[in-house]
């Protein structure tokens, strides 16, 4: 079985940054595409960022140029940096990570919160 871990959110002014970080633990024998997916209140859950094991990376248009996704594969681990931050970038945000144990799935973090308010 695969957890993910996550740590980093919380209460930001705007223009403000945080990183997130997700670290996936248990039985694992490989993990593949890690990513950010975030709710916003009323909202339907949507995709931030993700990133290959190889590295390649893809970007919601809403915050191209201000997050940036980075992996460390020798530790399981996915990070989330998120510059100039803006209300609208406030939700709970999700790790999510396709990732092999005793067999291959997709697995959900529990949500940390990222406010951004003045």
């Known amino acids: 079985q695969v957890q993910l871990v996550e740590s980093g959110g919380g209460l930001v002014q705007p223009g403000g940054s945080l990183r997130l970080s997700c670290a996936a633990t248990?039985?694992?024998?490989?993990?593949?595409?890690m990513g950010w997916y975030r709710q916003a209140p009323g909202k339907q859950r949507e995709l931030v960022a993700d990133?290959?094991?190889?590295?390649?990376?893809n970007y919601a248009d809403s915050v191209k140029g201000r997050f940036t996704i980075s992996r460390d594969n020798a530790k399981n681990t996915v990070y989330l940096q998120m510059n100039s931050l803006k209300p609208e970038d406030t939700a709970v945000y999700y790790c999510?990570?396709?990732?092999?144990?005793?067999?291959?799935?997709?697995?959900w973090g529990q949500g940390t919160q990222v406010t951004v308010s003045s």
């Open positions: 999510n990570a396709d990732a092999t144990s005793s067999l291959k799935a997709n697995y």
């Open positions: 248990g039985n694992i024998f490989t993990v593949n595409t």
């Open positions: 990133i290959s094991s190889g590295g390649s990376t």
